[in-house]
């Protein structure tokens, strides 16, 4: 393919950059800032702006997502210092989507220790790997998860809700977090029903000792109904899209 040859040059001459979308906690009230999820854009020299649903599993499958990955931890946590020192009182965290390969590569867990001995101040919590729930039910990524959990960094399943087994992992697995799939608030329910299920949900995630996140809201509806249901963070456009550098550290300052 086309795109296999340009993304070995992509990285040297900076084609790719991240994205910052906001977490936020749902207080009874308000919302307050927590943290970004970063995610990675392609600009590509003739097809334009790529989103990482197009190139990411191409990464996969012609092994330029090691490359690609070690870039996005290595700049992803170099911006978590920007963020943090921009608002130190704000104790701002980062997460970072991560594939199964990475994971399942041997080398990972030195590469990401390395990293985090250039940042010796950044404290490891700050810093939370997303990795997709499809990808729990493999044995070498369940043991990456333990290690990478033992540097003090801290995990999230992403998409939580879409795959198998979910309910095992949740009570095997060392995660921290699980992010609920923008898919649980397609329509067609009544409030009271919505109500229930997300409760349920919730309370179940939060009976396995994990935080919730709900991604993908798009409503102020939305919103209060994973508030009232529990939730303890929130992440989507009603809230916030994805910002550049510049707009993150205009909503840090306005946040502290
Ligand atoms: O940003 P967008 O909504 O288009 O992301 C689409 C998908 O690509 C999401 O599932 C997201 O997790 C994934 N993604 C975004 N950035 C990265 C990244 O840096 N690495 C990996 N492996 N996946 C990413
Ligand atoms: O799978 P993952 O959660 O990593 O996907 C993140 C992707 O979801 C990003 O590409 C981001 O642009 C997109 N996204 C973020 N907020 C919303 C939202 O409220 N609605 C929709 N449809 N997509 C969103
Ligand atoms: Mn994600
Ligand atoms: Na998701």
Redesign the pocket.
């Known amino acids: 393919v086309e795109l296999d040859n340009d993304m070995r040059g992509a990285i040297e001459s900076e084609q790719f950059h991240l994205v910052y979308q906001p977490i936020f906690a749902l207080n009874p009230e308000t919302e307050r800032l927590v943290g970004f999820e ?3 854009r392609w600009d590509h020299p003739l097809h334009g702006a790529l ?3 197009i190139f ?1 599993p191409l990464a996969e499958r012609l092994g330029h ?1 090691h490359a690609m ?1 070690n870039w ?1 931890l290595r700049r992803a946590i170099l911006q978590l210092q920007a963020f943090r020192s921009a608002g130190p009182e704000l104790d701002l965290k980062m997460n ?4 199964p390969l990475q994971l399942a590569r041997p080398d990972f867990l030195a590469r990401l220790a390395d990293l985090l001995a250039q940042v010796p101040d950044l404290p490891r919590h700050a810093l939370c790997l ?1 990795i997709t729930e499809t990808s729990l039910s493999d044995e070498a990524v369940s043991e990456a998860l333990i290690s990478i959990r033992a540097l003090g960094v801290r995990i999230a399943i ?1 998409d939580f809700g879409t795959g198998f087994s979910s309910l095992a992992c949740l009570r095997r697995l060392p995660v921290d977090v699980a992010k609920l799939d923008r898919a649980f608030l397609g329509g067609g329910h009544t409030a009271a029903q919505d109500h229930r299920f997300f409760a349920a949900v919730t309370g179940l995630v939060h009976a396995a000792d994990l935080k919730v996140v709900q991604e993908g809201i798009e409503t102020l509806d939305q919103l209060a109904l994973v508030r009232a249901a529990g939730a303890d963070f929130a992440q989507g456009f009603h809230l916030a899209a ?1 910002l550049s550098i510049a707009a993150a550290l205009g909503l840090i300052a306005a946040s502290r």
Do not use: M, R, T
């Open positions: 970063a995610l990675l989103q990482p649903g990411i997502i990955g996005v970072v989507n991560v594939s997303e992403d994805p």
